[in-house]
């Protein structure tokens, strides 16, 4: 491969390298067809093949869309999520692309985190372990991963000119482990540079990190791409070590780079090391050999339905089983009250950049429905609503003029501002939120900025009440509903820029059930702003009778069950902003209180991807399941756990403190005058909490079984070692209950004495058994060195000094069954 590299490497132009350097649009990297070097085409991920339909860049295609990775690190179970990345792999490469944009193993600093759905866990260890096995999983089937993003991108506020400001022990300690693991023991074919700076200076500028660490001191052989948009240069991003500016056309990679070149900023053997990477990530990926196509065959398959289904129920972690609640049993209980925002939807993934487009989705509704035998009755009911913006306008109350069997609305576009003339192009509409960016247009009949829209059609209102219409978007748009104006922006001037802009226009109409209506929703560009990027949304919320929660509390008054649904969505976690508060929003807290209040046997189930306030209502509730964001088969896996036909097994990836005044990033977040400090250097998660006494809510590593476990027998051997040898930690697990049940054997080492200050305990290692009623089984761990040292910042180098070392062995940092000293010998 490399005699081919550099066969090809000395056959280019200047001009023909550096064209290779950056995209040629959103997607796919650039060819050059007179030497037979193919273009590839990169989609999006981490937990589904986010793939843009080359014809039609407005068609997100379907994909099989997991559970988000907050999920995995949740199964703390490398094994299935490598599993995972395999299935990834295969249906990337199915969807004709080469490289998958992820994992994203940023760790989890605060709980507002915007993106900590998107990634595994508050710790470097476990999040290390999950990054390989996902990592050796998608490359196994030939396609790249992109890990992301490098680095300290760990919060979205002003995540493209914030400075994170960390010194290098904690860099090296708590956000470094899974980038390098990535490189050394995965050989990832692919990094992305983060938006914000390190330090003051952009992650795309960052010679310290891109070139002398990455690629000197780890040795990446891969490639770095940029965040789309994240190169802010041309001489100091070439220099620093950015091998791949995405999206294209190139903003700075073009023929400035060629004349730095030739003027000698730049020189001209960092250009051929940038070609020469991009090369060996298209050798590896066989696109030189076999051309890479869009698949014929579905990607909905049975194997990915039942690998998603495993993975969601893996995940799920009980949190609070009072009185053995659960599991429900189906011959006793005749009526369950089913109630929550998060109930009749399936809340399956945050929104941004990972968002997927699913075959299907099973709510968890429709999960407990499809459960439940006909003896026992269930009954539905809203309580109250979770959105912040209205719901997507729904399709099926649509129908498009002419073509009455098809739901949607019919579409015109025309290639001018005021829709003068005829449309250039007409098709029909059953989704009503686009983005078009830079130069992009929604049709190829149309070649500019300047297009308009107009949908049109009935809607046939489901029931009676008053509907409320959305409309956001950074350019003009209003909508009549029987010619009468119900909602527009029409003259208002939006924030321009990629994204919507804050702040929704609604209007309202009221409507009989069952009576069709006429719509017309009419979209130009604002002429005042003319945005770089447009964007559109369209929505509608139904009537919700104002007695939602008292019929809520009814229902559940009456039933032998109470499930309480609740939570968060895409609307309140996703890429582009963080959380203001941890608070459950939009009156769930009092319909959880009163539906508790009228039924003792109250579960809540919570869809979310990162930790929210609880402790307000915890003791009024008798069971509490967290089932994060479980991806298409929500429902199904939620209900499975519910029933027992899966024994909850998850366990906490991160720390759940009991007010959010408690977390250790409080002082230091999100920032301020362009910059966040990271204060509270490498006590991050359960590493303050330990070292500070302040008691979590729920632990790290925490969760509950429908069976018991029993540790015994920790046996260390050697107990006395040099520096640099290894020991062997063995001990027994026995399943002391009725069901068969996996634990999650987790291994912490304490520094008893440290010429630098060390956290209590730091998970060196893991294991997930399996055990059937009584089964006992040894687990084993071999530590080496590593688990021992600390990054020493003067010395520039790890240490594992000698002294005293406790092995602590348990079921979560705060439940530990067993401990041993053993000494290392200088």
């Known amino acids: 491969m490399e005699n081919r590299i550099e066969n090809l490497l000395s056959r280019m132009t200047l001009q023909e390298k550096i064209s290779m350097i950056a995209g040629i649009d959103s997607w796919h990297t650039r060819d050059i067809e007179r030497l037979g070097i193919p273009s590839i085409k990169v989609t999006d991920g981490p937990h589904g093949a986010r793939t843009i339909a080359d014809n039609d860049p407005q068609k997100t295609l379907p994909a099989t869309c997991f559970p988000t990775a907050v999920s995995w690190g949740a199964t703390w179970n490398p094994e299935l999520v490598q599993q995972v990345g395999q299935a990834l792999g295969e249906e990337t490469r199915e969807k004709g692309c080469a490289i998958l944009l992820g994992p994203c193993v940023n760790i989890h600093r605060s709980p507002l985190g915007g993106r900590n759905f998107e990634s595994f866990s508050e710790d470097p260890y476990l999040s290390s372990r999950l ?55 995965a050989n990832a074919w692919t990094f992305m540079c983060s938006y914000n700076k390190i330090n003051g200076t952009y992650a795309s500028e960052n010679y310290r990190l891109e070139t002398e660490i990455l690629k000197q001191e780890w040795g990446f052989q891969g490639l770095i791409m940029s965040d789309w948009g ?16 995405m999206p294209g056309p190139a903003r700075f990679f073009d023929d400035r780079l060629v004349e730095a070149v030739k003027n000698g900023q730049v020189e001209e053997r960092t250009i051929d090391d940038k070609v020469r990477r991009i090369l060996r990530v298209i050798f590896n990926i066989g696109a030189f050999d076999e051309k890479i196509t869009v698949s014929t065959e579905t990607s909905n398959t049975p194997k990915r339905k039942k690998l998603a289904f495993e993975v969601a129920g893996e995940a799920i972690v009980l949190l ?14 005749k009526s369950i009250a089913v109630i929550g925002p998060n109930a009749a939807t399936a809340r399956i993934q945050g929104g941004g950049s990972a968002e997927v487009h699913p075959y299907y989705s099973i709510s968890p509704l429709d999960g407990l429905r499809k459960r439940c035998p006909d003896t026992v009755k269930i009954h539905y009911e809203l309580g109250c609503r979770n959105n912040i913006l209205t719901m997507p306008l729904n399709p099926e109350f649509l129908t498009a003029e002419k073509v009455k069997q098809t739901h949607g609305l019919k579409t015109e576009y025309f290639d001018n501002n005021d829709f003068a003339g005829q449309p250039v192009f007409t098709g029909v509409d059953t989704a009503f939120q686009f983005r078009w960016w830079g130069g992009m247009t929604p049709v190829p009949q149309i070649k500019n900025n300047d297009f308009s829209i107009r949908w049109t059609g009935s809607f046939t209102a489901p029931k009676t009440g008053e509907f409320t219409f959305g409309l956001l978007t950074n350019g003009w748009v209003r909508l009549f509903i029987n010619d009468q104006e119900v909602c527009s ?42 945005p770089r990027g447009r964007s559109i949304r369209i929505g509608c919320d139904l009537p919700l009778p104002p007695d939602s929660i008292e019929r809520a509390v009814s229902a559940a008054s009456l039933a032998d069950i109470a499930v309480v649904f609740a939570g968060l969505n895409e609307e309140w976690e996703s890429e582009g902003f963080d959380r203001l508060t941890m608070d459950l929003p939009a009156g769930q807290v009092a319909l959880i209180e009163k539906v508790a209040a009228a039924n003792s046997n109250c579960i809540v189930v919570l869809n979310n991807g990162a930790p929210v306030e609880i402790a307000g209502w915890l003791q009024q509730v008798p069971c509490l399941v967290e089932a994060w964001y479980p991806g298409q088969e929500c429902g199904n896996a939620i209900a499975a756990v519910l029933f027992g036909d899966i024994n909850p097994s998850g366990k906490l990836p991160d720390t759940f403190p009991c007010r959010y005044e408690d977390n250790p990033a409080f002082i230091n977040y999100p920032g301020e005058s362009g910059k966040v400090t990271y204060g509270e250097g490498i006590y991050v998660g359960y590493r303050y909490y330990d070292a500070k006494k302040v008691k979590p809510l729920f632990p790290f590593g925490y969760g509950l079984s429908y069976t018991s476990f029993e540790y015994r027998n920790l046996l260390i051997n050697p107990m006395d070692i040099k520096v640099g040898e290894i020991i062997n930690v063995s001990l027994e697990i026995r399943n002391t209950g009725s069901r068969q049940g996996k634990e999650v054997v987790q291994l912490y080492v304490h520094d008893i004495k440290s010429s630098l200050v060390r956290p209590p305990g730091e998970l060196k290692g893991f294991q997930k058994v399996d055990l059937l009623p009584g089964e006992i089984k040894k687990v084993s761990f071999v530590l080496d060195a590593e688990a021992f040292s600390f990054y020493d910042p003067e010395a520039k180098k790890w240490v594992a000094e000698p002294g005293e070392f406790e092995i602590q062995v348990g079921s979560s940092s705060r439940d530990i069954r067993a401990r041993q000293v053993f000494s290392m010998l200088p």
């Open 489 to 530: 922006t029409w003259g208002i001037d939006a924030v321009p820029g990629y994204s919507f802009p804050p702040g929704e226009i609604i209007g309202k109409f009221p409507m009989k059930a069952k009576q069709s209506y006429s719509i017309k929703i009419e979209y130009c560009l604002n002429t005042n702003t003319r």
């Open 131 to 185: 990054a390989v096995a996902y990592i050796k999983g998608v490359q196994s089937r030939k396609v790249g991963v992109s890990v992301k993003h490098f680095a300290l991108n760990n919060s979205e506020y002003q995540r493209t000119t914030f400075s994170s400001v960390a010194d290098e022990r904690t860099m090296r300690e708590i956000y470094f482990p899974s980038f390098e693991k990535a490189v050394k023991e």
């Open 230 to 245: 994240a190169v802010h240069s041309v001489v100091p991003a070439a220099n620093a070590g950015m091998d791949l500016e």
């Open 320 to 333: 609070k089983n009072e009185k053995n609640l659960l599991p429900l049993n189906p011959k006793i209980i």
